[in-house]
């Protein structure tokens, strides 16, 4: 599972309110990703990290916004949920070893009513 | 601008058969093609990669078709088991950062 792990595994909010999701790595991997799956959309990139407090957008990183103060730590912050964000969201880390292979966390449910 | 389109969405195949799933993308700036296999609740998972210098990449039962000028790809899964089903999907990569994914294949084998 490449040491990811992914919280809270499920969440339920409401419209408006801010939420945070966390992604903890314990191998010391450079790149993070932050992406949404949705039916019929597959995984959309919201948003990277190329190393810590480097961060850029990915192809849906609207009403989302991210940071990394640790090599570790990846966070992602809906800043005022909307239902339209109601998703199943995985994080993933790039390993460079050999062949370039990006493993995923077990996932994040969230709704937001 | 959906870049990597996949089909079908559903596939039933029975057991022993041979299941089939393709891509084709536009960008030719695109390196490496891998392919993922998410099983329900989980994360998807690294299943097998070509990159476009062959045409052919065989692991196990798993073989990537890769079709440069055609712009298409493809996994076959030789043999199919009920162990397969889940959903797969092909993504592309252009150098060394972001992956664009399809829109996933559920793969269902019957007995």
């Known amino acids: 599972d490449a040491g990811i792990t992914q919280s809270p595994r499920h969440k339920v909010t409401e419209t408006g309110t801010p939420v945070t999701l966390r992604c903890h790595q314990t191998?010391?991997?450079?790149?993070m990703y932050w992406y949404r799956q949705d039916p019929g959309h597959g995984l959309r990139l919201i948003h990277y990290?190329?190393?810590?407090?480097?961060?850029d957008k990915g192809e849906v990183s609207d009403g989302y916004s991210v940071s990394r103060s640790k090599t570790e730590d990846f966070l992602l912050t809906l800043e005022s949920a909307t239902s339209s964000q109601t998703s199943v969201y995985f994080c993933?880390?790039?390993?460079?070893?050999?062949?370039?292979?990006?493993?995923f966390g077990p996932g994040t449910r969230l709704t937001v009513t | 601008q959906q870049q990597v389109k996949q089909s079908p969405q559903s596939l039933i195949v029975q057991k022993g058969g041979i299941s089939i799933i393709n891509c084709a993308y536009e960008?030719?700036?695109?390196?490496?093609f891998p392919w993922y296999q998410q099983f329900p609740g989980k994360g998807p998972a690294l299943l097998i990669a070509?990159?476009?210098?062959?045409s052919e990449k065989k692991e196990g039962r798993f073989t990537i078709s890769f079709n440069k000028s055609a712009k298409q790809f493809s996994l076959h899964i030789m043999d199919s088991q009920p162990g397969d089903s889940a959903t797969y999907f092909c993504?592309?990569?252009?150098?060394?950062?972001?992956?664009?994914f399809g829109t996933g294949t559920r793969l269902t084998i019957i007995p």
């Open positions: 993933a880390i790039l390993r460079l070893a050999g062949r370039y292979e990006q493993y």
């Open positions: 191998e010391n991997h450079r790149y």
């Open positions: 990290s190329y190393g810590v407090k480097d961060t």
């Open positions: 960008n030719t700036a695109f390196d490496y």
């Open positions: 070509i990159r476009p210098d062959v």
């Open positions: 993504a592309a990569m252009e150098g060394n950062e972001k992956l664009t």
